[in-house]
Nanobody
């Protein structure tokens, strides 16, 4: 499985961005697709995740109600719609994949895409 993240950029506080993660390789309905982020000087942290079947999603408390994770099975792509962005959301965002249950631990994910930078200015 190969993952390719895109869609990052610079926005002002209150703005929106949509990140995409193109998935190459075979996917299964039970696969978990996760989004993580890493701000300068901080550890990588969980943001959101979705089971490929689309039945279950999970969000970090810091983004709940502002971010939405979704997937398009026809395009083999996972999205992260980010609304009401604030400077604390500034980070490099990564998509990742694993099999099994949704977990928030970065160590549980087997496949990672390259990051895409999101910068939110005040």
């Amino acid at each position: 499985v190969q993952l390719q993240a895109s869609g990052g950029g610079s926005v002002q506080t209150g703005g929106s961005l949509r990140l995409s993660c193109a998935v190459s390789g075979r996917t299964f309905s039970s696969d978990v697709m996760g989004w993580f982020r890493q701000a300068p000087g901080k550890e990588r942290e969980f943001v959101a995740a979705i089971i490929w079947s689309g039945v279950t999603t999970s969000y970090a408390n810091s983004v709940k109600g502002r971010f939405t994770v979704s997937r398009d099975t026809a395009k083999n792509t996972v999205y992260l719609q980010m609304n009401r962005l604030n400077p604390e959301d500034t980070a490099v965002y990564y998509c990742a994949a694993r099999k099994g249950a949704i977990l928030w631990d970065t160590r549980a994910y087997d496949y990672w895409g390259q990051g895409t930078q999101v910068t939110v200015s005040s």
